[in-house]
């Protein structure tokens, strides 16, 4: 049962254009929402976030916006940069409570070609 | 400040043997997930902890355990160890629930990799 899906293995881009990530979940108790990144060797790192009370999070050259109806969220990229080639997990979680878990997503390797 | 912290980086081992990985959390932080990241594969959730208790755990078999110790630091145990063990695992922590929002975030370690051969 995957409740958290990102059903692009891989996704290529060329260098300053957009790149645009997408990611479905099946849950609709989930309420907050995170992307991660992750390079080789290391382990996943913050990127951005979004609560289910907004349908928009901007933070420099990311912009995440979530779909509720749709149960769908995407994360943006512009312009793409050679060091934004990564792996990216999107991430849900349900609640704050002493229950909820993150749950991740298959992940999205990008790469951003010259 | 020190990040979450795993140890060892890498390490092989038998098929049929046993391991224990180790994490610190971020100071402050009371939770630590423990997360398996195999080859071509995302991340699969394994364990939670929050002050000292299990809280949750994945869908593994019982030789994937763990414990969490009084200064919130933790360790994953894995017995009788299967080829398909072969993976990266990864540890995060989450501040508290009394820091707010901020708990919503869980910050990684650089993880243990782990081969059974």
């Known amino acids: 049962d995957q409740q958290v899906k990102q059903n692009s293995p891989s996704l290529s881009v060329q260098e300053g254009r957009i790149s645009i990530l997408n990611c479905d979940y099946t849950?609709?108790?989930?309420?907050?929402f995170l992307w991660y990144k992750k390079y080789p060797a290391e382990g996943p790192t913050f990127l951005i976030s979004?609560?289910?009370?907004?349908d928009k999070n901007e933070d420099g050259r990311f912009t995440v916006f979530l779909n509720k109806s749709a149960k769908h969220l995407s994360l943006h990229i512009v312009p793409s940069q050679p060091g934004d080639s990564a792996v990216y997990f999107c991430?849900?979680?349900?609640?704050?409570?002493?229950?909820?878990?993150?749950?991740f997503g298959s992940g999205t390797r990008l790469s951003i070609r010259p | 400040e020190a990040g979450v912290t795993q140890s060892p980086t890498h390490l092989i081992k038998t098929r049929g043997q046993q391991v224990t990985l180790r994490c610190s959390p971020i100071?402050?932080?009371?939770?630590v997930y423990w997360y398996q990241q195999a080859l071509g594969l995302g991340l699969q959730f394994l364990l939670w902890?929050?002050?000292?208790?299990?809280?949750n755990r994945g869908n593994f078999p019982p030789r994937f355990s763990g414990r969490q110790f009084p200064n919130y630091s933790s360790e994953l145990n894995v017995n009788a160890l299967e080829l398909e063990d072969s993976a990266l695992y990864l540890c995060?922590?989450?501040?508290?629930?009394?820091?707010?929002?901020?708990?919503?975030?869980?910050?990684f370690g650089e993880g243990s990799w782990l081969t059974v051969v």
């Open positions: 979004i609560s289910s009370i907004k």
């Open positions: 902890y929050d002050e000292g208790e299990e809280r």
């Open positions: 995060a922590s989450r501040p508290g629930a009394s820091l707010g929002t901020s708990g919503n975030t869980i910050y």
């Open positions: 849950n609709s108790m989930f309420d907050y």
């Open positions: 100071s402050g932080h009371t939770s």
């Open positions: 991430a849900a979680r349900r609640g704050y409570s002493s229950a909820s878990k993150i749950i």
